[in-house]
């Protein structure tokens, strides 16, 4: 491939040294780096590009900004369709929406839209934002339930149109999985506040500890409200199930990375959250979820941490580049392995992990090929700290204490393309009608259900 087929190469921590702190692993382009990467840009008539986007960002046309160095321009065409784009430039997993459509992906690497996404929305926090200007107050009042990405669109979208919106969030900070699951190395505290601060500056108010089904009710918010969202996400960790699964050092991903980040286990003891890491840690799973446990078990001061996953890589769902990343690392990876049971110390901790190897067999309802037991393979792996991450469910709280909101048989909100439940001006989208997925599939179901929102107050 020659140079003009490659990507510029996003510049980052030496692999060695980002193992000993929690600093972002990714340094950004700088702007001689962002327009000759921009410069890249074909223009595509048809633009596939913005076809893979599920906010529909205009990519050409701000790719285009960039290239003439105009990052202001670039940054406003951005946020006519994307409320959080300093977050979606970072965790995206652009390689299978926009990037995957794009028409440089044919002849050697994809323009790297993320990369670009990042460096403008950057570019605007280090200058500091310009409040949008807002249209005639609409007086429609609507409660959005949640505060990760699906919601902050959601909100903010409805803003956009003039509508007053409260978040109502069960923890005592926004952000949903952006702030108590995915680790400051890939994306930095600082970050969240500012794209949040971004939303409130639409006007936007939000009212923490406040557990919807439990604090208050659907049916009380819908008193007050003229629509609601419901943006609940999937924060239920999914357990293995198997002897020893309450063995002293083993966590659910949930508990692991909510003590990390949320509590700021990391900053201990500066904070008062204490996290207890051995020296050999072993991650269950290989989504993005297990790729971000293993790598912050290592940062913590694991000597050795491996991900065992019960298919192979490609299999896997985490981001291409977070898998590239932990490998640097040093994180090992043991494919086709599934545990079956944890063996114990005599002070029950765990100690070991007996699994049994695993083969591919037909294909699953994911499409990935399904894993096999084989029989007789039986054999251990030493771990005294495990984390497990095979997976999360939506939290059930609301959903039972809401009389007549349907749900799927895995637990899930049911809804239609634009969000609407069975119950009149109730909407829903993000994981809790989907299951565990991705920011930018949720911020695209809260921004279809903004719309609907909008059609709905408008008409009432
Ligand atoms: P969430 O982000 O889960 O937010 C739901 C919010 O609702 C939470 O703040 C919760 O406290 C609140 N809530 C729940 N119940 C109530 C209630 N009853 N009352 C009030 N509030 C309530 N996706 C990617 O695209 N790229 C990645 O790199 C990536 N990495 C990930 C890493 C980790 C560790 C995890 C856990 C997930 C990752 N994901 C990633 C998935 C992605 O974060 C989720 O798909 C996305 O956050 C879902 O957004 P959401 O708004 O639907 O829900
Ligand atoms: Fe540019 Fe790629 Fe979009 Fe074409 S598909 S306009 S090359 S980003």
Same mark, same amino acid.
């Given at each position: 491939m020659n140079a003009e087929n490659?990507?510029?190469?996003?510049?980052?921590?030496?692999?060695?040294?980002?193992?000993?702190?929690?600093?972002?692993?990714?340094?950004?382009?700088?702007?001689?780096?962002?327009?000759?990467?921009?410069?890249?840009?074909?223009?595509?008539?048809?633009?596939?590009?913005?076809t893979g986007c599920p906010v529909s960002v205009d990519i050409h046309a701000f790719v285009r900004l960039i290239k003439e160095g105009n990052f202001d321009a670039a940054?406003?065409?951005?946020?006519?369709?994307?409320?959080?784009?300093?977050?979606?430039?970072?965790?995206?997993?652009?390689?299978?929406?926009?990037?995957?459509?794009?028409t440089l992906g044919k002849m050697g690497d994809p323009l790297a839209i993320g990369h670009l996404e990042r460096f403008v929305s950057d570019h605007q926090r280090e200058k500091g934002f310009k409040p949008a200007e807002l249209p005639k107050p609409t007086c429609k009042r609507i409660a959005v339930i949640g505060s990760g990405p699906a919601s902050l669109t959601c909100a903010g979208d409805l803003a956009k149109m003039g509508h007053k919106v409260t978040i109502f969030e069960a923890l005592h900070d926004s952000g949903g999985v952006l702030t108590y699951g995915i680790p400051e190395f890939r994306l930095p505290d600082e970050v969240i506040k500012s794209e949040i601060q971004y939303v409130q500056?639409?006007?936007?108010?939000?009212?923490?500890?406040? =557990?919807?089904? %439990?604090?208050? *009710? +659907?049916?009380?918010?819908?008193?007050?409200? /003229?629509?609601?969202?419901?943006?609940?996400?999937?924060?239920?960790?999914?357990?293995?199930?198997?002897?020893?699964?309450?063995?002293?050092?083993?966590?659910?991903?949930?508990?692991?990375?909510?003590?990390?980040?949320?509590?700021?286990?990391?900053?201990?003891?500066?904070?008062?959250?204490?996290?207890? =890491?051995?020296? %050999?840690?072993? *991650? +269950?799973?290989?989504?993005?979820?297990?790729? /971000?446990c293993a790598r912050t078990a290592l940062r913590l001061g694991a000597e050795k941490s491996c991900i065992a996953y019960r298919r192979t890589?490609?299999?896997?769902?985490?981001?291409?580049?977070?898998?590239?990343?932990?490998?640097?690392?040093?994180?090992?990876?043991?494919?086709?392995?599934?545990?079956?049971?944890?063996?114990?110390?005599?002070k029950g901790s765990v100690k070991q992990m007996e699994c049994i190897k695993m083969r591919l067999g037909e294909p699953d309802r994911s499409?990935?090929?399904?894993?096999?037991?084989?029989?007789?393979?039986?054999?251990?792996?030493?771990?005294?700290?495990?984390?497990?991450?095979?997976?999360?469910?939506?939290?059930?709280?609301?959903?039972?204490?809401?009389?007549?909101?349907?749900?799927?048989?895995?637990?899930?909100?049911?809804?239609?393309?634009?969000?609407?439940?069975?119950l009149p001006g109730v909407f829903a989208g993000g994981d809790i009608t989907t299951g565990a997925a991705t920011i930018i599939l949720a911020m695209g179901a809260g921004k279809k259900a903004a719309k609907a929102i909008d059609e709905y107050v408008r008409k009432k």
């Amino acid at each position: 491939m020659n140079a003009e087929n490659r990507k510029h190469k996003m510049p980052e921590q030496d692999p060695k040294e980002r193992i000993r702190n929690f600093r972002e692993v990714a340094l950004g382009y700088d702007e001689r780096i962002a327009v000759k990467e921009a410069k890249r840009c074909l223009q595509c008539v048809n633009k596939p590009c913005v076809t893979g986007c599920p906010v529909s960002v205009d990519i050409h046309a701000f790719v285009r900004l960039i290239k003439e160095g105009n990052f202001d321009a670039a940054i406003r065409k951005i946020r006519e369709k994307n409320n959080l784009p300093a977050i979606s430039g970072r965790v995206c997993p652009y390689e299978k929406q926009c990037e995957g459509n794009c028409t440089l992906g044919k002849m050697g690497d994809p323009l790297a839209i993320g990369h670009l996404e990042r460096f403008v929305s950057d570019h605007q926090r280090e200058k500091g934002f310009k409040p949008a200007e807002l249209p005639k107050p609409t007086c429609k009042r609507i409660a959005v339930i949640g505060s990760g990405p699906a919601s902050l669109t959601c909100a903010g979208d409805l803003a956009k149109m003039g509508h007053k919106v409260t978040i109502f969030e069960a923890l005592h900070d926004s952000g949903g999985v952006l702030t108590y699951g995915i680790p400051e190395f890939r994306l930095p505290d600082e970050v969240i506040k500012s794209e949040i601060q971004y939303v409130q500056s639409l006007g936007v108010d939000i009212e923490y500890d406040v =557990v919807v089904g %439990k604090t208050i *009710t +659907i049916d009380e918010l819908q008193k007050e409200f /003229d629509a609601i969202f419901i943006g609940t996400g999937a924060g239920l960790p999914a357990w293995l199930d198997i002897p020893g699964e309450n063995l002293n050092g083993i966590y659910s991903a949930n508990e692991f990375l909510t003590r990390v980040n949320l509590m700021k286990a990391y900053r201990f003891p500066e904070y008062d959250t204490p996290i207890n =890491v051995g020296k %050999k840690a072993v *991650t +269950i799973g290989a989504g993005n979820v297990a790729v /971000d446990c293993a790598r912050t078990a290592l940062r913590l001061g694991a000597e050795k941490s491996c991900i065992a996953y019960r298919r192979t890589e490609e299999e896997s769902t985490a981001r291409l580049d977070e898998m590239a990343h932990a490998k640097e690392e040093g994180v090992e990876f043991r494919f086709l392995t599934q545990p079956v049971r944890f063996i114990g110390d005599e002070k029950g901790s765990v100690k070991q992990m007996e699994c049994i190897k695993m083969r591919l067999g037909e294909p699953d309802r994911s499409g990935r090929r399904c894993p096999v037991p084989v029989e007789g393979s039986d054999f251990t792996i030493d771990a005294d700290t495990v984390i497990i991450a095979i997976g999360q469910r939506p939290n059930p709280l609301l959903i039972r204490a809401t009389k007549g909101l349907k749900t799927t048989e895995h637990g899930t909100i049911e809804a239609d393309e634009d969000g609407r439940t069975s119950l009149p001006g109730v909407f829903a989208g993000g994981d809790i009608t989907t299951g565990a997925a991705t920011i930018i599939l949720a911020m695209g179901a809260g921004k279809k259900a903004a719309k609907a929102i909008d059609e709905y107050v408008r008409k009432k």
